[in-house]
Structures are given as C-alpha cells and as structure tokens.
C-alpha cells in the first residue's frame, strides 16, 4: 500500500469515514471544500477517483470499443465495492458529481447494448442520487440489461423493492400494465429468500398483491421462518388479506407436511374442509391422535367418516379423543404428580386466621349467603377433582350424611347451586359423575332437582360421549311446569353441547322461545344455550326464533336485566363471524327503542370478538363517549366489547387497557361498572400488576357495583394461579366487607375462582401459544361477564348458578406428555417466558429465564414449553395440554 498522506488517518477505511463527514457536512466555501477533499484523500483514493473521472469521459468518447472498456472497467469498481454497506462505497461517492453527465449522455445514446450497460450503473447511482420520490433507479433497472440483481449487493435490492411498490400502487390507480415489474418482483423476492430476508419478501408480495408466488420459491430450510411471519403479521392485516396470508401458509405448511401447524391454521380459519384434509392426506397413526388431541383442545365438535379413518377400530379411538374422553384421566395424573389431591375446604382458602381484628370472627355465622358462598368456592376449588368436604362426603352416618346435609344449608333456590356443584367437583368425568348425581333426581325439592339437571349439564361440558348421557337425561325436564326445573335443564343442556350444533337440542329448546306461557326467566336462558350450542354457527333458524322471542316481549319484561340475556344469545351465534352479522344487526335496529342500542352493541362485540379490529374498538369507544340519561344500559357492552375485540393479540391489549383507564376517569357512571369487568377479560388467568393495582383501588370504591365488579375481576384475573398478592388483597377485602353481605359474597366467589383446581386451571380462552381462540370458552366467559353487569339482580339474586357458565372456559393449564401408547411419560423440559422471534436474524432461543422440570407440569400465562432432551421428538411443535412423543431414532445416549 501507497504511504499514508499525514493527514489521511493511516488507511483507507479511515479515509472513508473521514470524508463521509464532510460529504455530510457543506462547509461555507465551496472552493476550499473541493481543495481540503482532494488533500484528504489517500493516494488509494485519489486514484480511484481520476481512475473513475477517465471512465466518465471515456464513456462520452464517440468510439464503441473505448465506450464499452470504460462501462465495463467501471461496473467492475462499483460491484467490488457494493459488498459492504457500512459507508456509502467510493465508487458510489465519486461518481455523485457525475451522475448528470451521466444521465445526459445517456439520453443522447443509441439503443444498444452499451447503452444498457450503461442504464445498470445509473440505476445503482440513483441508489444515493435520485431526488426522493423520482423512483429512477426502478426506471433505468427496467431500462438495463436483465442481467442477475443481487451481483449489484442487499442495499439496492431493498431500495429496488420499495420503489417498487411505490411504482405499483402507482400503476394500479392508473391501470397500466405491470409485467414487467412483477418479473423484477420474480427476481427480488428470490433473492431475498435465499439470503435469509424472508420477511422482506414477505412484504414485497403483500406490496404487490401476489403472495402466491412465495409458495414456489420457499424451501425446507426457510419455510418454518417465513410461515411464522406470514401468521403474526396476519393479525394486523385487515380482512379479507388477514385470511388471504393464512391460507398461504396453510398450503406452505402442507407442502413441507409440517401438518399439526396447518391444523392450527385451519381451526383459526374455522375451515373443517381442511381439516378433513389433513386425515386424509396424513396417514401416520399416532400424528392423527395427536391432531385429536389439538381438536379436543379447541372444543370443536367434529365426526370423523370413512374417508377420514377407515378402519372402524383407530376411528372410534381417535374419536374417543376428540371428544375429550381422557381429559379427566389427564388432570388427575397432574393433581398426583403435583400432589395436590387432597381436597381442599373453603375455610383452607379464606385462612381467616390470617386476617387481623374485624371480620376475622365473621365466619362461625351461619347464613344462607355465606353457605351459598362457600359452595361456590368449594365447587371453584375442588373442580375435576371428584372429591371434596362438603359435597362428596362417603356416606357412614344414616340418611346420606353430611353432602345431603350441606345441601339442606342452602336456602331455596341456593340448593340448586349446591347440587350442581357436585357437578362440578366432578367436572369431565360422566360416568361417576352421573351416578353420584342420581339420589338428587329422586328429590321432592324442585330447586333440588334442577341443580342435579344443571349438574349433569356441568359433568358433560367440554367432553363429549357416544351415548349422549345429557341429552337422554335432560330433554324430558325442559317441559315440566316449575321454571327452576326448566331453567336447570335448559342451561344443563347448553353446557352439555356448546358448539356441536346438536338438532335434537335445537328441536328440545326452540319451542319454549315462541311459548307464550313461558316466564321471561326461562325465555332468557334457552336463548343463551341455544345461542352457546349455535356458537359461531350464524343459524338463521336459531336467529329468527330469538328475534321473534324479543319482539314479543313487553315494555316492563325488556326493562327486566334478564331481558339483556336475549340479544346476548342472538349475538352468540355471531361470536367472531364478523361481517355475517350485519342482516341481522340491521333487523336489530327495528327493535324496542329500550333495547334497541343494547342488542347492536351486544351483536357488534360478539361478532368481532378476538378479530383485533382497530375500527370496532374505536366505534366502542366513540359509544362510550357519549353522556345518557339514566336507564340506559347499552354502553356496559359497549365497554366489554372493547375488550372482546382488542383481546386478540397483545399490543391491542395493552393499549385497550390504557383506553379503559381513560374511561374510569371522564365515563358515566354505568360505564365505570363495565371497566373492571372488561379489565378482567382482558386479563384472564394473566394477573398483571398494574391491571391488579387498578382493580385493587376500586374494590374500595364509594360505588358498591363499582367495587363488586372490581372484585369478581380480581378473581378473574388471578382464576387459577393461585397468586399470593391477589389473594392477600381478597383476605383484606373480606375484613373490610365484613358487615356487608353482598360485598362479602362477591370477595369469597373471587377468592374461589384465584384457587380454581388448586391452581391446576385456566379460565384463558386462547390456547396453542395465544394463537387460537376456542369460541365456547370465550362464550362461557362473555355470559358471566354480561350477568355481572347487573350484579344485584343476577348473581346477587336468585340467578347466582350463571357463575357455572365459567366450566365452559375451565382448561388444565398443563404440559402432559404421553407415549406412543398414549400412557403418561415423564421427560424433562425447559419452561420460561417466551420470547418473540418473528423476524429475527440466525436462530434465536423462542424461551428465556427458564427452569427445568419434569413432565407433567404447569404453564402460566406467557410460558412456553421445550423438551430439554434430544431422546424423543414431539410431534405437536406447541407443547401444551396432551402432546404425544416418539423415540428419536438417531438418539445416541451418551453412556
């Protein structure tokens, strides 16, 4: 190397960096510039620069060879220097004053292949030249010869793409062809994809409107990469390209045969087509089962045909998991493991004596609303557990001891919660299930008897079985003549079968909506089970029926809360459809001025529930701003519809909960009883602290509907993880309430619902790493969400048993790994917070701050599991509920 000039910093990247400040920086002279800039440069660079200053002239020169040489020797320069893009490369640097010489020349040049040429090297100058928004390195590209792109580096690529898509949404307002681009498209986006820039191709595509040329050009190495782009930018897409995006890498996933992705896929599009597919196309016995597996997580209800399965043996065992037969089986192996099976009592979770003073004596006092309480709590508790201290009590001393007894604790319509909480207790295990739920049918108590129907409901939610105990046992009871027997089957019924759709329901429960003789209590809750068996289904039969149902009621009965429970049904078989509302929004509209605004609200939530549309969260909250007058209720499911909507994904999440703290402060009255109810939804079984902190400060507001929502939300919030702040508040909270029934009640269902399962349960409708929604859990929880609008009526009233709808949502928040013979396997594995990695460079890890234990174990919210060995290789890529693992074949053990 020539000596270093004393001024150049010894080398020439110093140089380099040296004069791109003063490139940057226009000094006042420009003479003393072009002098201080040739004395800077090292003798490398100077060069270079007359190097480049002859080929310039040599280009204008009128002889063709000389011509060629120069464009030749100077496109040389350039692609040497374009492979770092950390400073602008020299070449690029010294051929800035030329690019109008350049330009000019080229205009007067004849049509050849020199001039082609030199169209190229225009087009990479106008990388650093062209004024903004000119797009002229897209017009000499187009101009150039076709020759390979990437030889000319990433850094004109990219700048190449996004002239691009300025360039066709340009052409497409103007309809002018665009062939030409899409072959450059063609050559970017496979050049993208073989340098690890999948997202860039991604976008591009979406630019241009053509995603699918990207399943020809993905391969095995990049196609998880690409796929886990194309489904997380899904979520910020607006329909019908959200559904578009999906679609692709649902046919990626299947050409790669990555089949349990392309399942959850399917099941996010609600396509059973594909799902069918995937049994057809996927013959390996065990990949099915747990493709079952994935299906009885959801809590769809799908039959699988001869074409699916042809063998009458593996289909009736893969339905058998479809229908969630091993769940209850799963849970206690769990419960076992964890050791926490011994049941528990409601006093085991107000530990009064922890409590300090007042209130700490409270409890001796035998009141119906205090036993009441504690069923629940005990229900919450003990749930699937099949054994506890007050219900399931073997029966030593005459006359069925103490469970019969515990009953006879509850006031009238208290029984029937009492009962169906054996139900509970019971939860997802039939057989036993039904046969300690029997001695109540033979009851003369009519409250009796309905809490056994509810039960039986509660016993079959979520668990499908060939015999249809539920229906067998229920469909006889919806015709007596007392409502709360009615009432009990009607609900049992919808429990027993939310989602499948079931005919025989359907012709069980429809005629009590168009009875005239029926009480409007009866009326409300066969709308919510026909709506929870329809759910999602957009049923026009199902539909018009409650419309009628409402039509016909009177002034007085829509001023009942329990008249709200009608639109919430209709809305159900809306929940998530979107657009396929709008028919029946508009019939809404000709409704009873009371409820006309409540039913559009109610169906609008529903039917965007967990799409993350920024413009219905926006409606909702343009409702919310208005000031009412009194008895206006339309703006509570105004506010639960904020939250139905932005719960989809996480950075809607967190902005709905500052839009929610807005609304406590500036909103109405009705709106502030909403907020704490919407915050719990937003945050189910996630216990974040500043969402705690909110609904701590307004369990003491001076409003007691206020500070009842805020705590039945604390217990949402915390349902099943057992977290030790929140239940320190409610121990607190039961102190402070001591004198107060109705806020004591409502802190003993919270303190409930934090023990839910000792801890083993979730109430969180969204499984499979967040990414799919199961629409009867979310149905269950909006029900219980609507019902506490109206807290004093409803749950405070003699409804109380609407609490039960939660079972809908109850799912062991568990990772259980079993064999290829479906037996429990223990294996260790890695849990820790998961770690977001769409996008990012090399192979991140997807966990961090984890801890190793072995199978089975829990997952909180945020948790994500990874196998911490190489011996077995899952075959569900999210390990979460049942996931079934096969010996790896090249595990070489150490020893």
Known sequence: MAP?????????????????????????????????????????????????????????????????????????????????????????????????????????????????????????????????????SLKYRLLGSDG????????????????????????????????????????????????????????????????????????????????????????????????????????????????????????????????????????????????????????????????????????????????????????????????????????????????????????????????????????????????????????????????????????????????????????????????????????????????????????????QNECDPALALLADYVDKEDSSIKIGAIMGLGLAYAGSQNEQVRSALMPLLGDGKSSLDVIAFTAISLGLVYTGSCNEEVAQAIIFALMDRSESELGDPLARFLPLGLGLLYLGKEESVEATAEVSKTFNEKIRKHCDMTLLSCAYAGTGNVLKVQHFLGQCAQHLEKGETYQGPAVLGIAMVAMAEELGLEMAIRSLEHLLQYGEQNIRRAVPLALGLLCISNPKVNVMDTLSRLSHDADAEVAMAAIISLGLIGAGTNNARIAGMLRNLSSYYYKDASLLFCVRIAQGLVHLGKGLLTLSPYHSERFLLSPTALAGLVILLHACLDMKAIILGKYHYVLYFLVLAMQPRMLMTLDENLKPLSVPVRVGQAVDVVGQAGRPKTITGFQTHSTPVLLSAGDRAELATEKYIPLSPILEGFVILKENPEYKDDN
Not at 74 to 89: D, G
Not at 162 to 173: H, V
Not at 351 to 380: E, M, P, W
Request: hydrophobic share 35%; with cysteine; glycine share 6%.
């Open 4 to 136: 270093a000039e004393p001024n150049s910093g010894g080398s020439a990247s110093g140089g380099a960096t040296r004069d791109q400040t003063s490139v940057k920086v226009p000094s006042k002279d420009p003479k003393k510039k072009d002098e201080k800039k040739d004395e800077d440069l090292s003798e490398e660079d100077l060069a270079l620069k007359q190097q480049l200053e002859l080929y310039v002239e040599r280009v204008q020169d009128s002889d063709p060879g000389l011509q060629k040489v120069a464009l030749e020797s100077m496109r040389q320069e350039i692609r040497t220097a374009t492979s770092s893009m950390t400073s602008v490369p020299k070449p690029l640097k010294f051929l800035r004053p030329h690019y109008g010489t350049l330009q000019t020349h080229y205009e007067k040049m004849e049509d050849s292949d020199l001039k082609k040429l030199l169209a190229d090297i225009l087009s990479v100058l106008a990388l650093t030249m062209s004024p903004e928004g000119e797009r002229e």
């Open 148 to 463: 390979d792109i990437g030889s000319w580096g990433h850094e004109y690529v990219r700048n190449l793409a996004g002239e691009i898509a300025q360039e066709f949404a340009k052409r497409q307002t103007e309809e002018a062809q665009i062939d030409d681009l899409m072959e450059l498209v063609v050559q970017i986006v496979a050049f993208h994809m073989k340098h690890n820039a999948e997202p860039e191709a991604v976008d591009l595509l979406m630019e241009v409107e053509d995603l699918d040329l990207l399943v020809e050009h993905v391969d095995s190495a990049n196609y998880k990469r690409t796929c886990l782009y194309l489904t997380s930018s899904a979520k910020y897409l607006p329909g019908p390209d959200d559904m578009l995006v999906l679609d692709i890498a649902h046919s990626i996933y299947m050409k790669f045969e990555e089949y349990p992705r392309a399942l959850q896929i399917a099941l996010y599009l609600h396509n059973l087509q594909y799902v069918k597919q995937l049994f057809q196309c996927c013959n390996d016995p065990l990949m099915r089962r747990q493709f079952c597996f994935i299906l009885a997580r959801h809590g769809v209800t799908f039959e699988l045909d001869e074409d699916m399965c042809a063998e009458d043996e593996e289909r009736e065992a893969l339905q058998e998991i479809i229908n969630n037969t091993k769940l209850n089986e799963g849970y206690l192996t769990l419960a076992r493991d964890i050791e926490v099976m011994e049941p528990k009592s409601p006093e085991d979770i107000y530990k009064a004596h922890l409590i300090d003073g007042r209130g700490s004596g409270g409890g001796t006092v035998d009141s119906a609303r205090q036993n009441l309480a504690a069923t629940f709590v005990n229900a919450f508790v003990n749930a699937g557990f099949g054994q506890d201290k007050l219900m399931t009590v073997p029966s030593e001393a005459p006359s069925g001891g103490a469970s019969t007894s515990w009953l006879f604790k509850n006031k009238e319509h208290g029984k029937a919660s009492a009962a169906a909480s054996l139900g509970m207790i019971l939860l997802w295990d039939v057989d036993s299930g039904l046969a300690q739920l029997d001695k109540y049918f033979h009851s003369t108590d009519t409250h009796v008897i309905a809490g056994a129907l509810l039960g039986v409901g509660i016993v079959n939610c979520n668990v």
